[in-house]
């Protein structure tokens, strides 16, 4: 099994098989033990399998929020593209506070969140024993990206900082293949000034360093009780609504008990519920798809009177069943694109505003449109239930 961290979503690489391709096109198998599927749509590659979606090479811009949002907030700030060409590392300016840089994609860690990292890179083996040694146990965690045409590695202006509570030494149990299980709380959100050593990626030499410097709200003095009451009755709506219609993802209610949307720990847990919440409702998504296709391809086999095998090509499948499995993958993608965006590119312009009171106008706007739409499911729900009074059913526990 493969986990990058304890929020990354998990495959299992003995249930995924490419071929060569047929007509330009990836050779997709599927695998009716796991209803595994390897898709390329518009050259981007996601998985789907019985453990998760793994979607992070589906790039989108993200939608609007509110006008009430400014500007600065539609995009992720980054910093240059790392230089390559840069041989000799640079010195540090003088007082200037330089932190150990681990890059790991794009993911957006919460501040005041708890966070497991398995270590086994070489780089950062040695980052691990340096922060021990140096009794700093601090390093920063940018979020990342590519750019397009070039693919050269960009790294967020706003990183947050994670300071290493426990490490345990695994290599004798995994037979070196992770060094150590490292856990961490997220203490803190940092501006990187510049990157030191940007070939080190490259050549993983050693790890990156940073210049850094404290990130600091810069509305301190404006109170914002008003808007942090209208959020925690928003997002308390939304979890009525989610009972009210059944849905198949709902908050839980002790995870809402005590929750607050004041600056700092408050606001950062209730972004961690909403977080847990898009990837909970993108997972039901891709089973969804896993059922359906999986229905598709065995009343196929079924009438036509052959066995259902292991494992089929979809390109020895006929057209038709060709053409409506790659439309429920568009359908899957197209579905699954605002759930992802939202929770990685909006999470880090969260994290990146110097704005408690932009934060909550940016989560106000997401908690809205949620409550819009379960709003129109319960519409929807009252209206057969009024056509159909007879076939109600008695809702079920999430």
């Given amino acids: ?106 993911i957006a860690y919460l501040p005041h969140s708890q966070q497991v990292l398995n270590i086994f890179e070489p780089r950062y083996r040695q980052m691990y024993n340096d922060i021990l040694m140096s ?103 939304v979890g009525r609504l989610q009972r009210e219609t059944n849905f198949e993802v709902q908050f839980r209610a002790e995870r809402l008990e005590g929750l607050n949307a004041t600056r700092g720990p408050g606001f950062w847990g209730m972004v961690e519920l909403w977080k847990n919440y898009l990837g909970q409702r993108a997972k039901l998504l891709q089973s969804k798809f896993e059922a359906e296709l999986k229905s598709l391809l065995v009343a196929f086999f079924k009438k036509s009177g052959q066995g259902i095998p292991m494992q089929v090509t979809i390109g020895d499948l006929p057209p038709n069943i060709q053409k409506e499995v790659y439309s429920m993958q568009e359908q899957l993608q197209e579905d699954v694109k605002p759930l992802f965006e939202e929770e990685t590119i909006t999470v880090q312009k969260l994290i990146q505003s110097e704005s408690h009171h932009r934060r909550l106008t940016m989560l106000q706007s997401m908690l809205q449109n949620e409550q819009r739409r379960l709003g129109a499911r319960l519409a929807l729900k009252s209206l057969f239930q009024e056509s159909e009074p007879g076939e109600a059913g008695e809702p079920e526990a999430a």
Avoid: W
């Fill in 135 to 237: 009794g700093g146990r601090r390093f920063v965690v940018p979020y990342t990206d590519r750019e397009e045409g070039t693919g050269a590695l960009k790294l967020g202006e706003v990183g947050v900082v994670l300071y290493l509570k426990d490490l345990k030494e695994v290599s004798e149990q995994t037979e070196d293949r992770v060094k150590f299980v490292c856990s961490h709380e997220v203490i803190g959100r940092t501006r990187i000034k510049r990157v030191l050593n940007p070939r080190a990626y490259a050549d993983a030499s050693t790890y990156l360093r940073v210049e850094v410097e404290e990130l600091v709200d810069d509305d301190l003095d404006v109170n914002s009780t008003d808007l942090e009451h209208t959020v925690k009755e928003l997002l308390e709506e």
């Fill in 1 to 106: 099994m493969l986990c990058q961290s304890s929020s990354a979503l998990v495959f299992s690489r003995r249930c995924l098989r490419r071929g060569s391709g047929i007509n330009g096109r990836s050779v997709v198998i599927l695998s009716f033990v796991s209803c595994a599927l390897v898709g390329c749509l518009q050259g981007k590659l996601f998985v789907l399998s019985r453990g998760g979606l793994d979607v992070s090479r589906v790039r989108c811009r993200a939608s609007p929020l509110s006008d009430e949002v400014g500007e600065d907030a539609f995009d992720v700030q980054y910093l240059p593209a790392l230089d390559f060409g840069q041989v000799e590392a640079l010195v540090p300016n003088e007082s200037a506070v330089v932190l150990p840089c681990f890059p790991l994609g794009s």
